[in-house]
């Protein structure tokens, strides 16, 4: 049975550093693709990056591109997001996802519970 659960979510300042883990099971990594999504209140749910199950190369939304860094490690079933230079408008729930790469949740097939990220002084 698929599983995905984030974790890594919390309180930070602008500027700072934070990175999510999205632990699965019930497939490995290099068999399906990882992807994250955030969402803010009041907005729809966004896509952020994907990492290819076939190569773990990334994929970046433009808005996180050069900040954001997604990263696996097939082993321990464990795909990271290690987010810098947080900024307010970063404040919302990341979701993992799995499915084809994409950054349209439609596509997601199977979806964590999320984990809350706010960037606030």
């Known amino acids: 049975q698929v599983h995905l659960v984030e974790s890594g979510g919390g309180l930070v300042q602008p500027g700072e550093s934070l990175r999510l883990s999205c632990a699965v099971s019930?497939?490995?990594?290099?068999?399906?693709?990882i992807s994250w999504f955030r969402q803010a209140p009041g907005k729809e749910r966004e896509g952020l990056s994907s990492i290819s199950n076939m190569d773990g190369g990334g994929y970046y939304a433009d808005a996180v591109k050069g900040r954001f860094t997604i990263y696996r490690d097939v082993a321990k079933k464990m795909v990271y997001l290690q987010m810098n230079s947080l900024k307010p408008e970063d404040t919302a729930v990341y979701y993992c996802?799995?499915?084809?790469?994409?950054?349209?949740?439609?596509?997601?097939?199977?979806w964590g519970k999320g984990t809350l990220v706010t960037v606030s002084s």
């Open positions: 996802a799995t499915g084809p790469p994409s950054f349209d949740a439609t596509d997601m097939a199977y």
């Open positions: 019930g497939f490995t990594p290099d068999y399906y693709a």
